[in-house]
């Protein structure tokens, strides 16, 4: 009689690592893993995602002489001339660390969509299911002893992006909350270092003659994805998760917040060899109750990034590790009968740090009201090919899909060349 996948997962449960290993997914991808030499440079990226689209008007663009602009005050920063929200002090003190973008720009006005844009720099479309940025440089890192172990993509907070149509073993490790212990990273109660080897030899055994007479894929996949949890288990840097060797100052200094520690624990993937780590913030969907909730988040956002800007540099690590801010879009100047802002992709901000990047920047202009780009338009595409010349990625690369169509690792666009 054959096995279910249902009967595979729960095997893999049983050896100890299946419920690790689940946290990778995109277990159903259709491609073996491809051979990718390791990515010259070593930079790590950290990306916080603003999900639901923050409001670029009440952030990093404040229009406060229209009526539009709601009743956030604009107050002065660091770098001459650039006045930001009153909620972000901590980052208005630091703006001259960090290239601002207030020119960015797209058309995908779905959360979905662009989600998916936001992470792959394509727009979803049929025949190819992109990979995420983070799934490309953990491919490309995969050969690395830097970080052996470690996962190539962390998602805290939030699902991340998949891998497309690259092996799922380059899909995000997912950790929802940050400040609890994240599961399955030791052994099962009651079983010893012998017990798990004799299970672990078993379920290999079953697995290699699954694979022999399956074939395909799909199982290859699944092996590469539980065998990273079992690398993972086994790594000195597994306690890389672990907040709790970090000081009390020091974990006070990231905040109280989910996010916070999200940071902090991403300042330590990174510091052991992660390549990608993606933190998301929640809560920017704001149709309702705008200013209230923008200004709840934004002091969330303002400490914990803060507080990674200033430990990045405190380490030493701000030059190798590019920093990136960004979000589904921006929202409507327009405030909606419900005292909220509404989806509005024609312009949104991007701010960046690190990675050899030119700080203290001011890229791009929206009009009087912040519904569209005026001066210095910056795509998707644009920030794509720019994030992947500072991580040693190559842009123009091309890999087959499972379809036989030919993908470039970015879909056009052309470097921001005032950051390089």
């Given at each position: 009689m054959g096995f279910s996948r249902r009967d595979w997962l729960t095997l893999a449960a049983k050896a100890g690592a299946g419920s690790l290993a689940l946290r990778w997914r995109g277990a159903q991808a259709a491609v073996a893993k491809p051979a990718l030499a390791p990515v010259a440079g070593g930079r790590s990226c950290i990306l916080l995602y603003m999900a639901g689209g923050a409001s670029h008007v009440d952030t990093f663009d404040l229009k406060p002489e229209k009526s539009s602009g709601g009743s956030f005050r604009a107050i002065r920063t660091k770098v001459d001339g650039l006045r930001i929200s009153e909620h972000l002090p901590r980052?208005?003190?630091?703006?001259?660390?960090?290239?601002?973008?207030?020119?960015?720009?797209?058309?995908?006005?779905?959360?979905?969509?662009?989600?998916?844009?936001?992470?792959?720099?394509?727009?979803?479309?049929?025949?190819?299911?992109?990979?995420?940025?983070?799934?490309?440089?953990?491919?490309?890192?995969?050969?690395?002893?830097?970080?052996?172990?470690?996962?190539?993509?962390?998602?805290?907070?939030?699902?991340?992006?998949?891998?497309?149509?690259?092996?799922?073993?380059?899909?995000?490790?997912?950790?929802?909350?940050?400040?609890?212990?994240?599961?399955?990273?030791?052994?099962?109660?009651?079983?010893?270092?012998?017990?798990?080897?004799?299970?672990?030899?078993?379920?290999?055994?079953?697995?290699?003659?699954?694979?022999?007479?399956?074939?395909?894929?799909?199982?290859?996949?699944?092996?590469?994805?539980?065998?990273?949890?079992?690398?993972?288990?086994?790594?000195?840097?597994?306690?890389?998760?672990?907040?709790?060797?970090?000081?009390?100052?020091?974990?006070?200094?990231?905040?109280?917040?989910?996010?916070?520690?999200?940071?902090?624990?991403?300042?330590?993937?990174?510091?052991?060899?992660?390549?990608?780590?993606?933190?998301?913030?929640?809560?920017?969907?704001?149709?309702e109750d705008n200013f209230n909730r923008v200004k709840a988040l934004c002091q969330t956002l303002d400490q914990g990034f803060s507080a990674l800007l200033d430990d990045l540099e405190r380490r030493g690590r701000l030059s190798s590790t590019v920093l990136v801010w960004a979000g589904d879009f921006g929202r409507t100047p327009r405030i909606n009968e419900k005292g909220g802002r509404d989806h509005h992709p024609a312009a949104s901000s991007v701010l960046l740090a690190g990675g050899g990047m030119k700080p203290g920047m001011v890229i791009g202009e929206t009009d009087a009201e912040g519904a569209e780009v005026r001066e210095r338009p910056v795509t998707v595409p644009d920030l794509f090919r720019t994030l992947a010349h500072l991580l040693g990625l190559e842009p123009d690369r091309m890999r087959m899909s499972p379809a036989g169509r030919p993908i470039r690792t970015v879909d056009g666009g052309a470097l921001i060349t005032e950051l390089i």
């Open positions: 980052l208005a003190a630091r703006m001259h660390k960090l290239a601002l973008i207030r020119s960015m720009t797209a058309k995908e006005g779905n959360h979905s969509r662009a989600r998916h844009l936001m992470h792959t720099g394509y727009a979803p479309a049929g025949g190819a299911d992109h990979p995420a940025l983070g799934s490309l440089l953990a491919s490309g890192r995969a050969a690395d002893e830097a970080g052996a172990g470690l996962p190539g993509y962390v998602a805290i907070g939030g699902p991340g992006e998949d891998a497309g149509f690259l092996s799922s073993a380059y899909s995000p490790f997912v950790v929802k909350n940050p400040l609890k212990p994240v599961r399955y990273l030791t052994l099962p109660r009651g079983i010893d270092a012998a017990r798990f080897d004799r299970r672990l030899e078993l379920w290999r055994s079953l697995e290699s003659g699954f694979s022999a007479g399956r074939g395909g894929t799909f199982a290859q996949n699944r092996r590469e994805v539980a065998e990273q949890a079992v690398a993972l288990m086994r790594s000195s840097e597994v306690r890389s998760f672990d907040l709790e060797e970090e000081s009390p100052e020091t974990r006070a200094a990231y905040g109280p917040s989910e996010f916070g520690a999200g940071c902090l624990m991403a300042r330590r993937l990174c510091e052991a060899g992660a390549p990608f780590v993606e933190v998301t913030l929640n809560g920017w969907d704001t149709h």
